[in-house]
């Protein structure tokens, strides 16, 4: 009975030992915790990796990175390994990169002011481990720009509408505004009745109408959106005279002008020959 209890004893002995030696091969509690395999820094993957901007306006790369513990983490610019930033600190000559980063949070983020389009690339956020970890964020700096659906030049016929569409292309974000200006002058909000203003966030357009034109509605009129290169176009309202140069977004518009113009000094001209020789 004692060699039972004392076998007994012996195993679980045996069980406790073995326990410990192969828990030891996990947690190494000589090992500082920080190096510990449990406790390394890792990307959090949910955070978006494609960032599309309009060239001027601030752009922000959010890297999240967990488990840091007393490592950096460094923003490098890939196409020629520039360091940016090392912590919350501007490692570069231009300030337009900040690094950003509360304390306590995961998320270090890189903020770019005023991007150009020279600034499109990959930039890499780094953790300063052994070796060292990374990941890659992609920025698209592009230049947004209005178009208005008509031909450069229009004619209208005084006592006709003005109906002038605008589209903003390649912006990521819908503009704040659209101004429409005539010559100098915004008419959103002008005086003159007859005026209509339509902007639509989706799909990005402006609708700018005018009733009822008279001459003094001739002249360039300007789409400028925020963030983004204006269009312009010059419209020309005729009295009627010469219905033939009458166009609505036709192109040839300028060219009927100016055939119809050449063709009224040749009729002078002729008539001058034809009085001249009367008088003779």
């Known amino acids: ?26 947690i190494d ?35 999240r990175v967990r488990n840091l513990g007393d490592r950096a983490v460094s923003w490098i610019r890939k ?18 990169f900040q690094s950003l980063h509360s304390d306590g949070s995961d998320e270090w983020t890189l903020k770019i002011s005023s991007p150009q389009t020279r600034d499109s690339g990959v930039y890499e956020c ?8 990374s990941s890659a964020f992609r920025l698209s700096v592009v230049v947004s720009k209005a178009k208005i659906l008509a031909n450069p030049e229009l004619y209208i016929k005084s006592g006709s509408d003005i109906n002038l569409t605008c589209i903003v292309l390649q912006t990521p974000e819908p503009p704040s505004f659209i101004y429409w200006y005539h010559g100098n002058h915004v008419i959103n909000y002008s ?3 007859g005026i209509s203003v339509v902007t639509e966030k989706q799909p990005r357009t402006s609708r700018l109408l005018i009733s ?16 983004s290169d204006s269009a312009s176009v010059m419209v020309h309202v005729l009295n ?18 100016v055939a119809v113009s050449l063709s009224l000094l040749t009729s002078s001209l002729l008539t001058g020959q034809l009085l001249r020789g009367v008088t003779r």
């Open 79 to 96: 196409r020629d390994l520039h360091i940016l930033t090392v912590g919350i600190l501007t490692y570069t000559n231009d300030q337009r």
């Open 126 to 133: 780094q953790v300063s481990t052994e070796p060292k970890i």
């Open 240 to 257: 009627g005279e010469h219905p033939a140069a009458m166009q609505h977004g036709n192109s040839g518009g300028a060219t009927t002008a």
């Open 29 to 63: 509690h000589h090992t500082p915790y920080w190096e510990q395999p449990f406790s390394q820094p890792y990307f959090e993957n949910s955070t978006k990796r494609d960032t599309t901007t309009t060239v001027g306006q601030t752009a922000y790369l959010h890297c």
């Open 191 to 193: 005086q003159r009745g």
């Open 212 to 227: 009822r034109a008279h001459a003094n509605d001739s002249g360039n009129y300007t789409c400028s959106p925020s963030s």
């Open 1 to 26: 009975m004692r060699r039972s209890v004392a076998a007994l004893v012996l195993l679980w002995i045996s069980f406790i030992h073995l326990h410990f030696t192969q828990g030891s091969a996990i």
